[in-house]
Each structure stands twice: as C-alpha cells, then as structure tokens.
C-alpha cells in the first residue's frame, strides 16, 4: 500500500458520503428522481416515451446547456453560478463526456487532459467535464488529482442525452468528446474516445490546432 492509499480511500469515502447526502435530500424533495423511472411512471400512465435527440454534427451549432459544476477550489451550485457553453463564447471548448469520477479510466482521461492542460490553453481552448455525478464527488476528485478545469454535474443526464452519450442500459455517460469553436460550432466528434489511447488525444488536438 502506497503513502497514497489512505487518502484516496478518505477522499472515496467523503465523496461517496456527500453523494448519498445529497441523494437523500433530493428524495425527500422528490427532485434527483432516474430518468429511467420518470419514463416507465410515465408510460405506466400511458403517456409517450421521451424522444431521442440527434446528437449535433460537425458544422453545426453545439446546444446550451446550463450545469452545476465544481471546481478543485469551490462548488458552484446557484442557478446564478452555474456553467453555460454559451458563456464560453469566444474561446474553443473541449467537452468530454465520461462515465463516473474515481473510475480507472475516467481518472486516466481527466489526468491526462490535466497534464496537457497548458498546451490546450495555448490553443484557447476550455476543457468541460461532464457526468452524472454530484459536485461533491466532482470537488473532492478534482482536490485529489489537481484538475485545472470545471467538472460539471449532469445528474440527470438531460445533457449527454442531447449529445448522444448516454448509455441508457447501464446508467451511466459514454465516453466522447466534442470540439466546440469560439462560434458554439462543433468542429470534431468522438463518440468512442478512449481514455488510454494517445492516437485519439492526438487527433482531438490536430483539430483544435486547425482553429487558430
């Protein structure tokens, strides 16, 4: 066991606390509810099933969206706080959709992303994390591997869903990335990134460098 462990597991452990606080809050409010029961409440009902959103293709406009998100220094959770795509107008956006926080190949991606951070920076370009999450789990894992950028908390999954990277089965995000313009244009779409493969970092930053 490394110097590490022990607080890896204290910090699992305090995200995972935090995440059932904040479950129970949500169920007591009756908000934070499964899409997946929402759907089958709904169709028990005799109501029609949410229809599915065609992810957005290159050279066309990326949808808004608007998310809590955390940060290795604060959470930001006020509607007037929270993170829209349209507020980054004017730089390049790198947005990567993954599957849960201190999973081994979400922390390979999220890390990897961080040790490149300043070359990405160079290009203007903003990296967004997206899952499931809770911002509690998202400020704890972003405190323990030192993450430069926002990871934001699509409880929900209202937003992956409009991006095609949802898996509705299991629960949880796919692993993509989309590579948004200063205009809001997605320019480059991965729908099957791999967090360990260098050939796909190294294509998403040969587009990123066509839009200097």
């Known amino acids: 066991m490394t110097n590490r462990t022990p607080k890896l597991l204290a910090a699992v452990a305090l995200a995972l606390l935090a995440n059932a606080s904040a479950f129970a809050q949500a169920k007591v409010s009756g908000e934070g509810s499964h899409p997946r029961q929402e759907t089958a409440s709904a169709a028990s009902k005799g109501a029609t099933a949410v229809a599915v959103v065609a992810a957005p293709k290159v050279g066309e406009a990326a949808p808004d969206f608007k998310l809590p998100y955390a940060t290795l220094e604060k959470i930001f959770m006020k509607p007037d706080e929270q993170m829209s795509l349209s507020s980054l107008k004017g730089r390049n956006v790198i947005l990567a959709f993954y599957p849960a926080d201190w999973s081994g190949g979400c922390t390979t ?30 400020h704890e894992w972003a405190k323990f591997h030192k993450l430069q950028f926002p990871l934001l908390s699509d409880h929900d999954h209202r937003v992956a869903r409009m991006y095609d990277s949802f898996m509705e089965q299991a629960g949880f995000n796919k ?29 998403l930053r040969a587009e990123l460098e066509k839009l200097k």
Do not use: M, Q
């Not at 890390?111 to 499931?132: I, P, Q, W």
């Not at 991965?190 to 970092?201: S, W």
């Open 109 to 138: 991606e999220v890390c990897t992303l961080r040790d490149t951070f300043a070359e990405l920076s160079k290009l203007n370009a903003s990296v967004l994390g997206v899952s499931g999450d809770y911002v509690f789990s998202h």
């Open 175 to 203: 692993r993509t990335v989309y590579l948004i313009d200063k205009e809001g244009v997605v320019r480059y779409v991965n729908l099957a990134f791999k967090a360990g493969d260098k050939k796909d970092y190294d294509a």
